[in-house]
């Protein structure tokens, strides 16, 4: 017989120990539950739940416990060492401090305890048992080793192994730790149970560890699958002890409660049915809950060195004779009275719980292991063991996704999607560069009609007049006469013509360098946020930090190149000249007609030709500026006829004559020339000098035409061969040399660009782990289920 002056005195042994009455075998045949006859069914289940644990599944998914709950000096651990057969520190200042989680285990060998201790991952909340120590096979030793185990949780940043042998430190880094022992206790004389010590509640004391406290029974008790073990000592009033109302917070019809009465030697003398009614259901606050008592050594009876055996026959014998506990012990609640029942209670309160459980397990791992694989799924490939190999492939399928970007995509905010309105803006702004010429002199009254290019609505929609001021023909006329050297009469120099078309050309620059501009930005936005998205190079940083300003060196190195290349359209467009002779002249035809015809209609005597009215004065009366405003392009105006009521009958219609134009139209026709009309006899009046102008005119507005069609196909086409399309030529390469890839250290750089970000080896870290422990779970569960 072996000893500890803190607790039981134990046995090497209980067969060994030594022959009882057959009431005490009843009361106290083993530690815990003992029942040979424990169907291998339930022992294959409570195998399960301590297997589940024992993975540290339980932070993933919900495993059935009991949890111990008591006020501080409430009789918890004694009932536990009663429950256990194993003795727990006692000294001063050895109170419960953190979990213990005891695992009782049947196992066909001599007993034996291990020590572990599982500790919480503050960052990922992994939980990690490490073994304290090697196995124990003397019951006095474990009292020392878990006075050990509980220092080294409250000290989490030093090495478990300076509490384990020798001197230990004399402070604490913690008062309290959610941290837990685990002790695995096993032989041939236990049944199989699992539930958890928790830290007394703190009555009173320091806010911050009595609210610690509180959390920390709220994360077991607070979870369906966690029985409550209540424990409220007799000797203080009921309602001064909060145990049981903290625990009906969390489960509010006391079902999942067991009630354990603790020191019934201690009630005041007279109020003993105040606590044999919660036994008997009498009391209603308590009602829903079923109550055991438990009597367990006192200190005195524990410094004399009882042992286990004798303190069950002691709470046995007490139960039999001390009132009013003898007389609910002959009733229907004998069963509710001892450690004995009170194990027996909760082992099969917790065989039940994992029966039903079973589907949920099944379904929280399958879950639990779902999320997991596809978070796992979610994180960038560890990297590769060919690093140069994987650093050419995400360069490539970079390349490869940005020629498909600039080749055109069918998406609504596609690159050339964006740019088809700024080169829509461009080809307006250049078509607004257009020559404003006037075919009168800049003195003439405004005339009541207006050249109308019709001829022109087909090909696009009409701009009338551009930005510039209006251009007349006595300016072009000055304009030609200044320039005019050593030709012959009536002659004027091309320059004339040549600086009109510079005019416009000159400003088409700013138009051009816009639309690039433009582009360049869409497409340095587009590579940019290719290359910082994850699709390509991942979460690659020190990847991503290199290859990002390669790529914009080499957009400013083809911006470059396509910057020349527009200054080269420019520079040719600034030399006159077209080999599209058709269009220029089918254009300068129909522009010098309308000129001409504008210009002729200011006579009187072209205007009577066409029966038109006099020109618009400035000074018009109202009724007239009125009329001027039902002017419309290409519209003509003919006299209007007052068409009042004559006051007396109508005379007889006389006989109509044919007027002066009909007449030269008819006698026209006469000679041959049929199908005349009005219009055409304006080309038989005398020619004016300064129609020349008119000419000039004609063919700067035409060559506008070619060359500006002509631009505004030119330079979307050169920025998009050149830069749009060309960009990515030479960009694998570009990117490939500047990580130097091909040097002697290309292997060592390229390895060191694909170190991950901490956190996300971190989080795969993470995740392979609770991988795995899912799957061992799953693994243990298929396996002791089927």
């Known amino acids: ?32 539950l003992l029942d040979p006859r424990l169907s291998e069914q339930r022992r294959r289940m409570f195998e399960l739940i301590n297997r589940l644990r024992n993975t540290g599944v339980q932070g993933d998914i919900s495993v059935p416990v009991i949890a111990v709950v008591g006020a501080q000096s409430a009789g918890k651990s004694s009932m536990i060492e009663a429950i256990s057969g194993i003795s727990l520190p006692r000294k001063a200042g050895t109170c419960t401090r953190c979990p213990t989680e005891v695992h009782l285990e049947y196992a066909d060998a001599p007993w034996s305890c291990d020590v572990s201790l599982r500790r919480v991952s503050a960052s990922s909340g992994e939980e990690r048992v490490r073994p304290f120590g090697s196995s124990i096979t003397e019951r006095a030793q474990v ?27 004399t402070e604490d880094d913690s008062s309290f730790s959610s941290d837990c022992i685990v002790l695995k206790i096993s032989c041939r004389d236990v049944t199989d149970l699992l539930f958890v010590d928790l830290p007394g509640l703190i009555v009173g004391g320091i806010d911050e560890e009595r609210i610690l406290v509180e959390n920390l029974a709220r994360d077991y008790i607070s979870k369906d699958t966690c029985i409550v073990l209540v424990t409220v000592m007799c000797e203080t009033d009921f309602e001064n002890q909060p145990t049981y109302a903290f625990a009906r917070q969390y489960d509010p019809d006391g079902s999942r409660i067991v009630g354990v009465l603790t020191k019934p030697d201690r009630v005041t003398s007279g109020g003993e049915h105040l606590w044999t009614a919660h036994i008997e259901r009498k009391n209603p606050r308590t009602a829903g809950t079923e109550w055991f008592s438990v009597k367990n050594p006192s200190y005195e009876d524990l410094k004399a060195g009882i042992t286990w ?41 917790l065989y039940e719980l994992m029966l039903q459980s079973l589907p949920r397990i099944q379904r929280e791992l399958d879950t639990a292991l779902a999320e997991t694989q596809a978070s796992l799924g979610e994180l960038p490939p560890a990297p590769s063991s060919e690093p140069v190999a994987e650093i050419v492939r995400m360069v490539t399928e970079f390349t490869r996704e940005a020629d498909r970007q600039t080749q055109g995509v069918p998406e609504a905010d596609g690159l050339l999607q964006q740019m088809s309105g700024v080169e829509e803006r461009f080809q307006t702004e250049i078509r607004l560069t257009v020559p404003n010429y006037k075919p009168w002199r800049s003195t003439d009254q405004r005339p009541p009609y207006m050249p109308s290019f019709d001829f ?35 002659n004027y120099p091309f320059v004339v013509q040549k600086r009109a078309i510079l005019q416009f050309v000159n400003l088409w620059r700013a138009p051009a360098i ?39 060196e080499h957009i400013a190195m083809r911006a470059q190149e396509t910057q ?48 038109e009215p006099s020109p618009v004065r400035e000074t018009a009366s109202p009724a007239s500026e009125a009329s001027e405003a039902s002017v419309h392009e290409g519209e003509h105006i003919y006299p209007s006829y007052d068409y009042a009521v004559p006051a007396s009958p109508p005379r007889p219609a006389a006989v109509r004559r044919p007027t002066p134009l009909e007449r030269a139209l ?48 030119n330079v979307p086409l050169a920025i998009d061969e050149a830069f749009v399309r060309g960009v990515v030529v030479g960009l694998q390469a570009a990117i490939l040399t500047n990580i130097g890839i091909g040097g002697r250290e290309g292997y060592e750089t390229c390895r060191r660009l694909l170190q991950e970000p901490e956190h996300i080896t971190r989080r795969r870290d993470e995740l392979l782990v609770k991988e795995s422990r899912l799957k061992e779970a799953r693994h243990e569960f298929m396996r002791l289920t089927l």
């Open 1 to 32: 017989m072996s000893s500890t002056s803190t607790g039981f005195s134990t046995p090497d042994s209980i067969t060994d120990s030594r022959t009882m009455s057959d009431s005490q075998t009843a009361a106290s045949n083993a530690i815990g």
């Open 143 to 169: 009292t020392e080793r878990i006075r050990r185990a509980q220092r080294a949780i409250l000290n989490p940043l030093r090495d478990s192994n300076d509490y384990l042998h020798g001197p230990e430190p």
């Open 309 to 349: 055996e004798a303190s069950r026959e002691a709470e046995a014998q007490y139960f039999a004779s001390a009132e009013p506990w003898a007389t609910l012990n002959k009733g229907p609640f004998t069963g509710q009275l001892g450690t004995a029942n009170l194990t027996r209670k909760l082992s099969d309160m």
């Open 456 to 490: 022109l609505l087909h090909e696009e929609e009409h701009i009338r007049d551009g930005r510039g001021p209006p251009v007349y023909v006595d300016e072009v006329m000055r304009d030609a006469r200044s320039a005019v050297t050593r030709e012959l009469p009536d």
């Open 514 to 552: 816009r639309l690039f501009e433009s582009s360049q930005a869409r497409v340095e936005t587009l590579l940019l946020r290719l290359v910082s998205a994850d699709a390509h190079f991942g979460y690659y940083s020190k990847l991503k930090q290199l290859v990002s300003p390669v790529v914009a």
């Open 564 to 611: 020349e290349r527009i200054n080269f359209l420019l520079a040719m467009e600034a030399e006159v000249k077209t080999r599209n002779v058709h269009y220029f002249r089918a254009y300068r035809d129909k522009f010098l007609a309308l000129y001409k015809g504008a210009w002729r209609r200011r006579t009187p005597q072209a205007r009577r030709i066409l029966g």
């Open 666 to 713: 008819s006698a026209l026709g006469e000679l041959g020339l049929a199908h005349l009309e009005a219009k055409d006899l304006l080309t038989l009046l005398r020619s004016d000098p300064e129609e020349d102008a008119l000419f000039i005119m004609a063919n700067v507005r035409a060559y506008f035409q070619v060359a500006y069609k002509r631009f505004v196909d």
